[in-house]
Structure formats: structure tokens, C-alpha cells
């Protein structure tokens, strides 16, 4: 290291250092901002050494210039209208009655809205979830026609289906809003969890791994079922399940009433016409708020996911109940038609 | 010679340049803990340098292609703990494909040569497979604690592996990853004389253990201090656990579904009010009102709750904060309302971090939620507020300007207005002035995400006032390329800068050359930078690793994905075919 002689002129400059080194560590437990921490902060650079910023800058636009590295269109002199303008006359023409528009990531849930109104389309992908290496095309949010010259995604990707377009709105974001796929799932069937798997394991994507088990009773029956809601995919089902499990329940239950006759060839009548007040019986439910609500009004994943017990009641009481609480304004109408 | 003919000579004979014994110097060395003071302080002299190596006990690797395990293993050789993170934070929203890197492994098998001693490994963001945790486990006979955050590729297998072999663990945490699970008999794995447990985390894991096993671990798992369940522990299950474990501190309950009779409810009740010392308190899957009054007894000393898996409304949460003076940390969703976060500014004084998830972020036809009048009546309320993260559906600049004027001290300001591009609801004006408000008026803010309809304004502002910024996240802003050059010349603490759909293009990612290398990293998506920009960047810059991820059937010269970061090991070599890695060398 340091020679013989050195040290001799060393000497003086030890002693100088010993106070500057305390220095700067008090000034480590006092501020973290202190301009010494900044000096002696990790640089990959030689320390002390100021990259001139300017000087450089000049440099490199210069060669920009010369290599024309705007040839994309995307010229910083070309004055093209800011996004603000042209995300302000959308928001505008979305207020004209319209609700805001969804960030889906997986299809699957809901309907993805399209976006090929006129004169407001834009160039949206859907994209898939869960991606394997080189992702489909990037959506686009930012509307305009200068957009599309400067960063023209290949049209042909385009692949919105054409459901039922409730606003000119964009259309799906990939990974917008930014939540973790833990939270994403919350909503939609409040049994599961688990992110889908890694493609490689080739393994089938398990949303469920435990059943939702509710119960479910019925006016005049004293026995209560359990039902595992994820073994249906719809109201028609859980309908034909209510038959199903009670109708002999039923039958049983009128004919210890009449006082023991027994007739044997009577299995009970069906039940039906629970979901839309045809029947004897209608079937409701009580929901995470503890509101007592008719079945069938929401989509099947949005009950499945508010929905605490069951109960099969007769209809002529059903009638006393109003006809939704609060909850129900927030479903629009064309919802209820579609159960129908 | 002259007088103190000992002393001179001692000098003399001395080669360093440290007046101190080497053993004082890392013995003092040794107490620093920060890794940013650790790395200052080893820029002194060699000798220093030489001396926090040595006394280095624990290293933190932001980004674990900046360098190698190699050259970590060489410049600290007595290293026990490690933190290594891998991916860039935008894949835990999709953005990056599964296959692209971040393999655990390769540093493992360094560590197993050189730290076989290595008693912690915390993994954020990392590809973690069945085979690396094997090896982890049967490699390291001192390891002792795991943490794994948002890592994936590994199922409950590599669990039981854990498990099976590391008779001396004392911390699992699994938290949030994207695991494969298997089946729950992992837990089944820790052998009958395993006692040193002290956090066991496996809330978010689905499938049912075997709940006698757990039951016996917990009971002789004397210093159990952190124990968070998953789903599948039951309200009864839970009361025999807190039975045995009544020193715990940190507490995730299983599902609260309603299923007790009254006695086992007064059991319950009773369990709870043995948690004397209860600080952290979550999970709460499927609460549902009837039992969260069983909750209460514990509450009194909580300073985080996390209840951001639980749909409650606003009057459940303003009972359950009444139980709770102390509070710190609220981690709540948006089913709480604005009346809920009006409970919480009415009785959480002490409140320092509050974060507000959506129930449900991707419903088109949702009304309720939260709005600015939430985030307002918090503010009121809880003037040390400091942390926040907000997931709303509308926000007015006026309302953030009395926020930042409440709560001046924000370190971490997170708004998420979910709708991209969204103006002022009011006024119809970007929200410029409610960010510009923000950087103006809290000088200590480190972290900041910006949402909503912005120009380049935002971002002049951001560049002017945030100084003491390091990570920004951008979505859908800008008008220009002005947006960016103005964060990259303005904020000198900057370290990570994520932007994605924003209308910059190479002429701002250039601006920074200077920059980038005092960055960890720079991720651009869906902007407007082309390869021929990225190709000058990596050329202008050898020691940056510049890699572009190209999204199918997009344009030949568009860079749809850049990541940009410093490296002192030159571009890596386990790229996928989708990432093409653009060197200057």
C-alpha cells in the first residue's frame, strides 16, 4: 500500500481526517439529506465526477438529428393535439349518458364492450390473460388520428367482440387498475383464490377448489338443505336443484299434515316457477348486507358472490316484500331482461 | 528520528491508513444496518471499504440482474441474510410474460458454495421453482427464515420440502405468490420435534391442511409470534389455535363464515380476549357482522388492520375501529364507502398508512366505492397520516389540495383514479393541479403514482418540486415528450420510473442518458419508442442494460415494452427469445 515515505507526508493529513470522518457519520444519524451523503452516494461512475449534462445533451441531439431517429413520425416538432384534448372530448361524449367503462383483463367475466363507434374508434385489442411469451397487441386509451401516425398498432388484431355495446367507452386494459390477481378474483366468487397456473405445468386452471355451500330452506319444511352453488352455472339450475331437493321433502311434509293418508303414488308436485312468481313458491335470498332479495335479478356471478342463505317461500308472502331494495337500482334494467 | 521513537515507528511500520485496529473499525461498522449508509460508508477508503465488506451481514439486491451472485459472494464473504428481487413490479399486473427470468437458482448455487451458512433469503418478484427450494432446504442447514412476495413457478410441494428439511426455520411466510396449490399436507411436513417456528404465514394458499397437524405445531411452537391462516381454518379451528397461542402478535384469521353455536361463539369470544399482546390483525375472509364483535377483545392494542379481504360495510368498520385506539395502519376495501372512511377519520387519530382496494375493479355497472369525500374526511381526521394508497372512481383537484394541506407529511402518495384519463369530475380539468399541489406541499414525498387526465404540467411539476422523489408511477398521462424529460431532469433521488400508455417517445427516453445509471431501472410500455431509439440508448450507454419485449402483430419498429437498468455485469444471458436485448457492446 502506502511506502515509507509517504506516510512521513501522510502524517499531518491523518489527523485532519479523524474529526471529518466523525462528521460524517453524525451527519448520517442526523440528516439523510445532508449534501456529503449525496457526494458519497454509490455511483457506477468515478466518484466526483459530474456527467455534464448539458454538453452531452447537445451531443446527442445533434446525432438524433442526423440519424433521424423521428422517422416514426413522432417529430418533436410536429405539433400533434396533446392526449388531454382529445381524452377530454371522449370523457365528455361518455357523460352523455353513459357509464364508465370497464378494465377487464380476463374475458371471462364480463362482456368486453366494443369500441368501433364511428369517428370515436379506436384502435382496441382485447388481450388475453394470463400470456405466454410476446403478448397480443398493446390497447390503446388515447384517442385521436395523429395518435394512430405515430403509434399505428397492426389493425389487424382487432378482436372485440361485438356484445352488447352499452358505451363508445375503450375497451379492456391489461393489468389496469393495477391490483394483484389476488385481489381481482375477490369480487367475482368469493371461494377462490388461486392464480391461474404456469402454463408449463400444463395443468388445468382451477378456480374452485371448495364448493359454496349455502342453506337453503323452504316455508313449511322443517329440514333445511345445504347447496353447493358452484355446481351451477345458472339460475335455471339452481331452480331445477330447489325441485329437486324438495319437492319429496314437500310432499312428505303435506301428507304427515292431512293426517296420515298416505297416498303412495303421489311423489309431490313439482316445484316450479320459483324465479319468476309463476309458481307457488318463490325463491329469495339474503345477501352479505343481511337484505333479504328476490333470486334472479343480478348475473349469476354477482349473486353467487353476495348471496348467504337461500330460502324457498310461498309466493302469495313474496308479494308483500317490496320489489328490491336499494341494491336493485344499481343493476340496470337490461340485466333482469336478459334472465328472464 | 525524533521524540515517540515507538509511536513513529508503529506508524511507520503501518500500511493502513485507519488510525483504528481493523477489528474496532468493522466492530463499529457492524451497527450500521441501512444498506445505503452501508454502501456510503464503504466509498470512504479501501480500508473502509475492506471493513463493511467484512461486517456486511445481510445484503439487499434490488435488482438482481445488476449484478452477479459472483461478484456479491467475492466482495462479501460473510454474508447470512440475503433480500433479492427480480422482476419488474409491472408483472404483477400481466405485463410480463411468465418465462422472463428472475430464476432464483443460479444464485443459490453460488450461495451454497459460499454462504453455506445463510440463514435468511427474502424473494420478491423472483421465478422460484420445486427444485430451488429442495436444494434451499437441503443446502442450508442454519436456514432460518423464508419470505416469499410475489414470486411463482414453485407449488406447495416446494413447501413441503421446506418443511421437511430445515429443522432450524424459524420464519414462513408465503405471501401473495403465484403458487400452485397442490394440496395443503405440506403442513404436515414439519417433523413432531420441530419447535422453533416463530412466523408461519400461509394466508393466501387455498387448499385445506390437515388441521391436527397444524394444531400441534402451534402448541409446541412456544415462540409462535406471527400466525396467519388461510382460508380454510375455521372459526373453531381458529379458537383451538388461539387457545394455543395466546402470545401471538400478528394474527390472520381463517374464513369467519357463520357456522357457531352460541358456545362455541363464547369459547371464540373467550380465545380472543387472551390475545393481550395482539398488534397486527387480518385475513378475515368472508367476515361477516354477527361475528365481528368476537374480534373485539383483541383489538385493543392493534396498530394494523388489515381487513382488504373482507366486504364490510360502513358500519361494521366504524365498530370495529371503535375497538381499535391505537391504530396505525388500515388496510380496507372500497365496500366501506365514504361513510366508512369517514368512521375511520372520526376515530383514528394515530392513523399513519391507509389503503383503500377496490372490491370490484373491473365491473362496469359498480356505483358505490369510494370517492374524493372519503379521502377528505380521512384527511380531517388523521393529520399524521403519511401512507397512502386509493383506489377511487372520481377525484377533484380541489379535494387533493385540502388533502396535502390536512396531511403535509405524505412520504407515499398512491391515487388510483380507475378510470384512465379521468378529469376533475367537477370542473373537467385534468388533474394537474391536484399532483402539483401534492409535490408542492410534501417535501418528504419518496413515492408517488399518479392517475386521471394529465399534461405535461403534472409532470413540470413533478420535476420541479418533487426533490426528494424516488419512485414514480405513470399511466396513461402526458401530452408530450416534455412530460418525461421533465421528470428526468428534475428529480434528482429518482430510482425507479415506470410509465406506461403515455404519449413519450425516443427523444424523452434519450433525455435521460445521464440518468439511467443513477437509477435502479426504467420501464416504458406502450409509449412511443421505437427500436432505433432503444438500439442509441444502448449504444450511447455500454453499462446499461437495454431490453425490449415486442407484443405480436405490432409494428417492426415499435419498442412496445423497454426495460431499462443499470448493471455491472453486462446484459444477461438467460433472456427469453420474447426479450431482445439491445447491447451497445
Known sequence: MEGFSKNVEACPRLLDLIPKERELLGDREDERSSSEEKKLELRLGLPGEDWPLKNTRERHESQLNSFGYFTNGNNQTQKFPSSAENSHVWFNQQQKGQVAPPFLTFPSSTTPPTATAPQQSLPVMAKESSQPCCNKAVVELQQCAEKKAFSPPAPANTAVPNSSQKRTAPGPVVGWPPIRSFRKNLASSSGSYSKPTVESLNKPVETCKKGLFVKINMEGVPIGRKVDLKAYDSYEKLSSAVDELFRGLLAAQIDSSSNGIMNKQEEGKAITGVLDGSGEYTLVYEDNEGDRMLVGDVPWHMFVSTVKRLRVLKSSEVSALSRGSIKQEKVPGNYVNKLR | ?585
Open chain 2, 1 to 585: 528520528m525524533g521524540p515517540n521513537p515507538k509511536m513513529r515507528k508503529e506508524f511507520f511500520d503501518s500500511t493502513r491508513s485507519s488510525p483504528f485496529p481493523d477489528e474496532v473499525l468493522e466492530r463499529v461498522l457492524s451497527l450500521l444496518k441501512s444498506h445505503k449508509d452501508r454502501s456510503a460508508v464503504s466509498l470512504v477508503c479501501k480500508d473502509w471499504y475492506n471493513a463493511e465488506s467484512w461486517s456486511r451481514a445481510h445484503v439487499f439486491i434490488g435488482n438482481c440482474y445488476s449484478v452477479s451472485p459472483e461478484i456479491v459472494a467475492r466482495r462479501f464473504p460473510r454474508v447470512k441474510s440475503v433480500t433479492l428481487k427480480g422482476k419488474p413490479r409491472f408483472s404483477d399486473f400481466n405485463l410480463v410474460p411468465e418465462n422472463w427470468g428472475a430464476d432464483v437458482h443460479p444464485w443459490l448455487v453460488v450461495f451454497a458454495a459460499k454462504y453455506p451458512f445463510l440463514e435468511e433469503l427474502r424473494l420478491k418478484r423472483m421465478a422460484v421453482s420445486d427444485e430451488s427450494l429442495e436444494f434451499l432446504a437441503i443446502n442450508f442447514p442454519n436456514f432460518k427464515v423464508l419470505s416469499l412476495l410475489s414470486c411463482d413457478g414453485f407449488s406447495t410441494d416446494g413447501l413441503a420440502a421446506i418443511a421437511t428439511h430445515c429443522k432450524n426455520l424459524t420464519q414462513l411466510d408465503i405471501h401473495e405468490n403465484g403458487i400452485d396449490d397442490k394440496s395443503g399436507s405440506w403442513l404436515s411436513c414439519f417433523p413432531e420435534n420441530f419447535t422453533s417456528l416463530e412466523v408461519l404465514n400461509f394466508a393466501n394458499l387455498n387448499t385445506d391442511v390437515n388441521f391436527d397437524a397444524l394444531e400441534r405445531l402451534v402448541s409446541r411452537c412456544k415462540s409462535l409470534k406471527v400466525l396467519k391462516a388461510s382460508k380454510s381454518i375455521s372459526l373453531e379451528h381458529l379458537q383451538r389455535l388461539l387457545v394455543c397461542a395466546p402470545q401471538l402478535i400478528e394474527l390472520g384469521t381463517g374464513s369467519l363464515m357463520p357456522e357457531l353455536t352460541a358456545c362455541q361463539y363464547a369459547q371464540l369470544e373467550n380465545a380472543f380476549n387472551q390475545l393481550k399482546n395482539l398488534s397486527t390483525l387480518s385475513g378475515l375472509w368472508e367476515a361477516s357482522a354477527p361475528y365481528l364483535p368476537v374480534l373485539y377483545p383483541a383489538c385493543t392494542n392493534l396498530t394494523f388492520l388489515n381487513l382488504s379481504y373482507a366486504f364490510l360495510q360502513s358500519h361494521e368498520l366504524e365498530s370495529l375501529l371503535c375497538q381499535c385506539p391505537h391504530l396505525r395502519r388500515l388496510w380496507v376495501l372500497d365496500t366501506v364507502g365514504d361513510k366508512g372512511l369517514e368512521a375511520v377519520g372520526s376515530n383514528c387519530p394515530l392513523l399513519e398508512e391507509l389503503r383503500v382496494f377496490p372490491a370490484d375493479p373491473f365491473d362496469e355497472e359498480v356505483i358505490h366505492g369510494v370517492t374524493e369525500a372519503g379521502f377528505l374526511a380521512v384527511s380531517y381526521g388523521c393529520r399524521r397520516l403519511h401512507y397512502v394508497l386509493y383506489f377511487c372512481r372520481q377525484m377533484t383537484n380541489a379535494a387533493v389540495a385540502t388533502i396535502v394541506q390536512n396531511c403535509p407529511d405524505f412520504t407515499h402518495f398512491r391515487l388510483c383514479i380507475m378510470n384512465p384519463g379521468q378529469p376533475d369530475y367537477v370542473t373537467n380539468e385534468p388533474m394537474d393541479e391536484a399532483f402539483g399541489a401534492v409535490v408542492r406541499t410534501c417535501t418528504k414525498l419518496q413515492r408517488l403514482s399518479v392517475s386521471g387526465l394529465l399534461t405535461d404540467l403534472t409532470f413540470e411539476y413533478i420535476g420541479q418540486y418533487a426533490k426528494n422523489l424516488e419512485t414514480l408511477s405513470v399511466a396513461f398521462a402526458g401530452s408530450s415528450d416534455r412530460g418525461m424529460q421533465c421528470m428526468l431532469e428534475g428529480c434528482p433521488k429518482l430510482r425507479k420510473l415506470e410509465i406506461r400508455d403515455c404519449p413519450f417517445g425516443n427523444a424523452a427516453l434519450l433525455s435521460g442518458l445521464e440518468k439511467y445509471e443513477s437509477m435502479r431501472s426504467l420501464w416504458m410500455s406502450a409509449c412511443n419508442v421505437t427500436m432505433n431509439g432503444c438500439r442509441l440508448l444502448a449504444r450511447e450507454m455500454p453499462r446499461l442494460n437495454v431490453e425490449v419485449m415486442k407484443d405480436d402483430g405490432s409494428d417492426d419498429s415499435q419498442a412496445d415494452k423497454v426495460y431499462v437498468y443499470r448493471s455491472v455485469v453486462g446484459p444477461r444471458r438467460d433472456a427469453p427469445p420474447c426479450v431482445l436485448t439491445l447491447s451497445g457492446l
